[in-house]
């Protein structure tokens, strides 16, 4: 199996895309997606980092958590 490894915005962004996700929208302190699945929609956060830093792998492995994506599913994105 693969390792995670640090994504930029831009990057996770375009994958979570891949993955079904729609947005970015704007929340009231950090951005969002959203993924309609069969028993509801799945919200995931998309904290706000210093320009031009990237998403560390404890982030990531926090956000794939949150979107309910396995390792094996963000790791077919790339």
């Known amino acids: 199996m693969s390792?995670?490894?640090p994504v930029s915005r831009q990057?996770?962004?375009?994958?979570l895309k891949i993955l079904g996700f729609?947005?970015?929208f704007q929340g009231s302190g950090?951005?969002?997606?959203?993924?309609?699945?069969n028993r509801g929609r799945v919200y995931v956060t998309?904290?706000?980092?210093?320009?031009?830093?990237?998403?560390?792998i404890g982030l990531l492995a926090q956000i794939l958590k949150e979107g309910e994506i396995s390792r094996?599913?963000?790791?077919?994105?790339?």
């Open 3 to 5: 390792r995670l490894l």
């Open 46 to 56: 998309i904290p706000n980092l210093h320009h031009g830093k990237d998403f560390g």
């Open 72 to 78: 094996e599913d963000w790791l077919s994105t790339a």
């Open 30 to 37: 950090h951005a969002y997606v959203v993924k309609m699945l």
């Open 11 to 15: 990057e996770l962004i375009r994958r």
């Open 22 to 24: 729609e947005g970015p």
